[in-house]
Nanobody
Framework: QVQLVESGGGLVQAGGSLRLSCAAS????????MGWFRQAPGKEREFVAS????????FYTDSVKGRFAISRDSAKNTLYLQMNILKPEDTAVYYC?????????????????WGQGTQVTVSS
């Protein structure tokens, strides 16, 4: 049984930082493109960042470039999202996602597995 378990969300002031973690189990970590999506209240879920399955390529949505960094620890089967210079518009539930054998940015409509989400709230 595949599980993606996010942690690290919370309340932070604008300009602050958070690091999200996603612990994966039940899948071959190295065969999956892994990434993050977010969903703000009243809005559709959107792509944030991802690795290709080989982890040789990274992808970011424009609004987080230069502020967020995705990383992974294959020995721990864990994906991370370091979020710096947080803004109120980053407030959302952040979801970990996985799709097998993808070399491009993760597509919202083509995800094999989702985590349950972790809330990030940025106050102004």
């Amino acid at each position: 049984q595949v599980q993606l378990v996010e942690s690290g969300g919370g309340l932070v002031q604008a300009g602050g930082s958070l690091r999200l973690s996603c612990a994966a189990s039940g899948l071959t970590f190295g065969a999956y493109a892994m990434g993050w999506f977010r969903q703000a209240p009243g809005k559709e879920r959107e792509f944030v960042a991802s690795f290709s399955w080989s982890a040789t390529r990274t992808f970011y949505t424009d609004s987080v470039k230069g502020r967020f960094a995705i990383s992974r620890d294959s020995a721990k089967n864990t994906l991370y999202l370091q979020m710096n210079i947080l803004k109120p518009e980053d407030t959302a539930v952040y979801y970990c996602a996985a799709k097998k054998w993808v070399s491009e940015a993760l597509d919202l409509s083509k995800i094999d597995y989702w985590g349950q989400g972790t809330q990030v709230t940025v106050s102004s």
